[in-house]
């Protein structure tokens, strides 16, 4: 009976691990090709000297595509495990980027301050809901492993 056990919550583990990539690699891709930044639409600041760099949504979007990848490093690992302690902790860490990737765009980073740009119309909202349903799967992994060791 305990493998049985052991089967459901590796199971349920390879399911919520293989969410975790998929949402690392939107989390990565999305403000780029999703629902691009300033940046993609030719939107640049130019400076007292004439030169042209990238608004303060574009290193947003690059900061997304490291906490993209670490989501999917720790979904990876989230399909390889094989104990519930580590799925929880595995877990605890996808949450955590979550979180990251909910605060880059609002608190840490930042968007652009015109609300009319694409990166405050589009990119961030995403940014916001992905950030969060990575969040959730974190939680939701967390719980289904607490509750495998329980049993």
Known sequence: MGGKQFMKGSNAGK????????????VAIGPHYIFPVCQYF????????????????FWTAQAEVGL???TVIAGLLLILSRQEETRRMLG???????????LTPTNLIGMCVSTDH??????????ILAG???????????VTARGALQK
């Open 132 to 142: 969060a349903v990575v969040l959730i799967v974190g939680i939701i992994t967390i």
């Open 15 to 26: 399911a919520l691990g293989a969410a975790v990539v998929v949402l690392g690699v939107i």
């Open 92 to 102: 605890v860490v996808a949450g955590s980027v979550g979180i990251l990737v909910l």
């Open 118 to 127: 694409p990166c405050r119309v589009g990119t961030e909202p995403f940014l």
């Open 42 to 57: 030719g939107q640049l600041v130019t400076t007292a000297a004439g030169t042209t760099i990238p608004m303060k949504c």
């Open 68 to 70: 993209g990848a670490l």
